[in-house]
Each structure stands twice: as structure tokens, then as C-alpha cells.
């Protein structure tokens, strides 16, 4: 299916086709829709600078993340860099920031450049995407979502098991009040901690949670804690959806005269480098990044067996483990309230 047939069936010119590839705003409303279902439909992939391309793109692998933002995705980035320029191979990295349609469009732009392979770590997917890797027929690795075919390979991280873990932690500490922070609520690899959370909550007697919801960021960290003044809600450990967050939360919660771990533990996930460096250092759940680098490059470039996963006609599974990191953010749970009120008088009972 070439260009002019894109363009026939979706009764423009090729120019306006073009045009929509390129992402220019000219063309906008039901005539931009009706091309992008057009270019769906015939499972076009734009073959961008192709004579230039044509030699090296055997070389080139690329990358999409959710948020090189967040130190994590900045953290599977460069190992797969590191790995790729040994092996003489160039990287191509996209930041979609969560959105389901920038991926859609990313992974539409990474193809039409004929990369050797293609990893997808993000949150974000949908059945249209997925077809569309499907369909792809070259190596792809995906971490954070699901999505099962032949070309396909699986890097699944045992999140409820590090949930569970850290739990088991705050409850043997005494924390039977718990707030849980998250971002992007609707998104599946937040949907599976805030899922592992509540499970581990549920497992327990004489438990109390709630959730916050704001966004991926130190500022979103810093909301929450407003959030919960505000609530009335007075949790003795809040356990974040991962460390960048986490360290928000920390700032607000100093700003507001609150001590951690005396007065409140807060927890990470993820165990990025400032895990350690923040003051007081964060009790968090490693996840082996360089271990997902390593097999995501490997399984796009050779796809040798390895001996911790398995493969089927639905695609192949690695699994990575983790494991949970006590630092100096968790303690004994208080025995007052935990918060202040908003005012900033403490609360006790």
C-alpha cells in the first residue's frame, strides 16, 4: 500500500496525506480523522528519508518511554545506549508523556524510519497500538503493558510482589493507616501498584486507605500532601507510586513542620539514584533497570533464549524480579495523628 492508495481511500490528495504524516495543523477535524483511519486501516508506515536511511537503518534501533522526566525511563534509555553503542548500533528515543495518542503517533514515525527493532516502555497502550506492533513483523520488546505476539517479547515486572513486600514492611512497623499516591489512574502499569496496594491492604485486619491521584512529578508529590491536609484523612506512612513523586511528598511534608520517619514514613518505588540521596534517604522497591535494558536490547537484536522466561506462539515472557530497600523514611507508626491541620496546628487524639 503506497501513499497514493492512502490517499484514494481516504478521498484526499496525497499532498493533504502527506501533510497529516508530517503533522503540520493545516489539516484539521473529519478530514485529519479520515486520513489517520486511512493510514490505520492500510497499515502504512511512512518510510521517512528512505534512499538516505536505506544503508544504516539496519542498525538503528528505537526507544519509546513515558516520561524522561522521571529518572526510571532515563535509566532503561541509557542502558540500552550503552549496550547499542558497543554493538555499533545508533538509538532512536521518543518521550510520549503518557498520552496514548502521542505513542500511537510515535510508533507510527519510529516504523516508517525502518528500525532494526523497536521498545516500547511506557504505561500507555491500547488494542490499536498493539496492532499495530503486531502487524509490524520486526522484533519488539514492550515493558509496562501488554501486548502478545511472534515478534513480540514481554519484560514483566513483579510489581504486586514488591508491593507486597514493602506492606509487610509498614505493618510489621505498626501502620495500619495508609495513603496510597498515584498518577494517570487509568493507565495499566499504575492500574497494577494501586491494584497490588489495595490487595496487600485487604490481606490485612484493622487497615485503613485512601488514594490521591495527581501527576507525575516532585510538584505532583507536593499537591498531595495539600490533598490530605485538606481530607482530613491522617495516615501514619504514605506509599508512593514511585520515588520521583515520593520526593515531593517529603518537601511538602517538611514545609508543613511534619518530621519522617517520627511523625509519618512515606515510601518510593522504583529505587532511582535519588532514592538514596534525599534526606532522609527513601525506603523504596528496586526494580533492576539495567536488567531491562539488557534484555530488551538483546531480544531486539539477537532474540537468544534466556533462562529466566519462556516463549510461546502468544510471544515470549522475561520476568524481573524485586526486591524491597529500607532506608531512614519508614519508622515505628505514631501513635498521634499523623497530619496537621490545614492551618498548621498538629492534630491529636
Do not use: W
Given at each position: 500500500?503506497n501513499?497514493?492508495?492512502?490517499?484514494?481511500?481516504?478521498?484526499?490528495?496525497?499532498a493533504t496525506v502527506?501533510r497529516?504524516i508530517?503533522g503540520?495543523?493545516?489539516v484539521?477535524?473529519?478530514?485529519?480523522k479520515r486520513?489517520l483511519k486511512?493510514?490505520?486501516?492500510?497499515?502504512?508506515h511512512p518510510n521517512?528519508?528512505?534512499?538516505?536511511l536505506?544503508?544504516?537503518n539496519?542498525?538503528v534501533?528505537?526507544?519509546?518511554v513515558s516520561?524522561l522526566?522521571?529518572?526510571y525511563f532515563?535509566?532503561?534509555?541509557r542502558g540500552v545506549?550503552?549496550a547499542?553503542?558497543?554493538?555499533?548500533?545508533?538509538?532512536l528515543?521518543?518521550d510520549?508523556?503518557?498520552?496514548?495518542?502521542?505513542?500511537?503517533k510515535?510508533?507510527q514515525?519510529?516504523?516508517g524510519?525502518?528500525?532494526?527493532?523497536l521498545?516500547?516502555v511506557?504505561s500507555?497502550?491500547?488494542e490499536?497500538?498493539s496492532q499495530v506492533?503486531?502487524?509490524s513483523?520486526?522484533?519488539?520488546v514492550?515493558s509496562g503493558?501488554e501486548?502478545?505476539a511472534?515478534?513480540?517479547?514481554?519484560l514483566?515486572?513483579?510489581?504486586?510482589?514488591?508491593?507486597?513486600?514493602l506492606?509487610?514492611h509498614?505493618?510489621?512497623l505498626g501502620?495500619?493507616k495508609?495513603a496510597?499516591?498515584?498518577h494517570?489512574?487509568?493507565?495499566e502499569s499504575?492500574?497494577?501498584?494501586?491494584?497490588?496496594f489495595l490487595e496487600?491492604m485487604?490481606?490485612?485486619?484493622s487497615?485503613?486507605?485512601?488514594?490521591?491521584?495527581?501527576s507525575d512529578s516532585?510538584?505532583?508529590?507536593r499537591?498531595v500532601?495539600?490533598?490530605l491536609?485538606?481530607?482530613?484523612?491522617?495516615?501514619t506512612a504514605?506509599?508512593?507510586?514511585n520515588?520521583?513523586m515520593?520526593?515531593?511528598?517529603?518537601?511538602a511534608?517538611?514545609?508543613?513542620?511534619m518530621?519522617?520517619?517520627e511523625?509519618i514514613?512515606?515510601?518510593?518505588?522504583d529505587n532511582?539514584?535519588?532514592?538514596?540521596?534525599v534526606?532522609p534517604a527513601?525506603?523504596?522497591v528496586?526494580?533492576?533497570r539495567?536488567?531491562?535494558a539488557?534484555?530488551l536490547?538483546e531480544?531486539?537484536?539477537r532474540?537468544k533464549?534466556?533462562p529466566?522466561?519462556?516463549?510461546?506462539?502468544?510471544?515470549r515472557?522475561i520476568?524481573?524480579?524485586?526486591q524491597?530497600?529500607?532506608?531512614?523514611s519508614?519508622g515505628?507508626a505514631?501513635?498521634?495523628?499523623a497530619?496537621?491541620a490545614?492551618?498548621?496546628a498538629?492534630?491529636?487524639r
Amino acid at each position: 500500500m503506497n501513499l497514493h492508495d492512502v490517499a484514494r481511500k481516504a478521498g484526499v490528495s496525497i499532498a493533504t496525506v502527506s501533510r497529516v504524516i508530517n503533522g503540520q495543523d493545516v489539516v484539521k477535524g473529519t478530514t485529519r480523522k479520515r486520513v489517520l483511519k486511512a493510514l490505520e486501516e492500510s497499515n502504512y508506515h511512512p518510510n521517512i528519508n528512505a534512499r538516505a536511511l536505506s544503508v544504516r537503518n539496519h542498525r538503528v534501533i528505537a526507544l519509546i518511554v513515558s516520561n524522561l522526566a522521571n529518572p526510571y525511563f532515563v535509566d532503561v534509555y541509557r542502558g540500552v545506549e550503552d549496550a547499542a553503542h558497543r554493538e555499533g548500533y545508533e538509538v532512536l528515543v521518543a518521550d510520549t508523556d503518557y498520552s496514548p495518542e502521542r505513542l500511537a503517533k510515535q510508533v507510527q514515525l519510529m516504523l516508517g524510519r525502518r528500525v532494526a527493532g523497536l521498545g516500547v516502555v511506557v504505561s500507555e497502550m491500547d488494542e490499536r497500538v498493539s496492532q499495530v506492533l503486531v502487524r509490524s513483523k520486526i522484533p519488539v520488546v514492550v515493558s509496562g503493558v501488554e501486548a502478545h505476539a511472534p515478534n513480540i517479547t514481554s519484560l514483566r515486572v513483579n510489581c504486586a510482589k514488591g508491593m507486597q513486600r514493602l506492606l509487610d514492611h509498614l505493618r510489621s512497623l505498626g501502620h495500619r493507616k495508609m495513603a496510597f499516591v498515584d498518577h494517570h489512574a487509568s493507565l495499566e502499569s499504575i492500574t497494577e501498584r494501586r491494584k497490588a496496594f489495595l490487595e496487600g491492604m485487604g490481606k490485612f485486619s484493622s487497615v485503613e486507605s485512601r488514594t490521591f491521584t495527581e501527576s507525575d512529578s516532585l510538584e505532583g508529590g507536593r499537591q498531595v500532601v495539600r490533598d490530605l491536609l485538606s481530607s482530613g484523612f491522617e495516615p501514619t506512612a504514605v506509599v508512593c507510586i514511585n520515588d520521583r513523586m515520593a520526593i515531593g511528598v517529603l518537601k511538602a511534608l517538611r514545609e508543613n513542620g511534619m518530621r519522617v520517619p517520627e511523625d509519618i514514613s512515606v515510601t518510593g518505588f522504583d529505587n532511582t539514584i535519588y532514592a538514596e540521596y534525599v534526606s532522609p534517604a527513601l525506603t523504596t522497591v528496586h526494580i533492576d533497570r539495567a536488567k531491562i535494558a539488557f534484555h530488551l536490547f538483546e531480544n531486539l537484536i539477537r532474540r537468544k533464549p534466556v533462562p529466566d522466561g519462556h516463549a510461546s506462539p502468544a510471544g515470549r515472557e522475561i520476568f524481573i524480579d524485586t526486591q524491597l530497600v529500607v532506608r531512614e523514611s519508614t519508622g515505628t507508626a505514631c501513635s498521634r495523628g499523623a497530619l496537621p491541620a490545614p492551618e498548621g496546628a498538629l492534630r491529636h487524639r
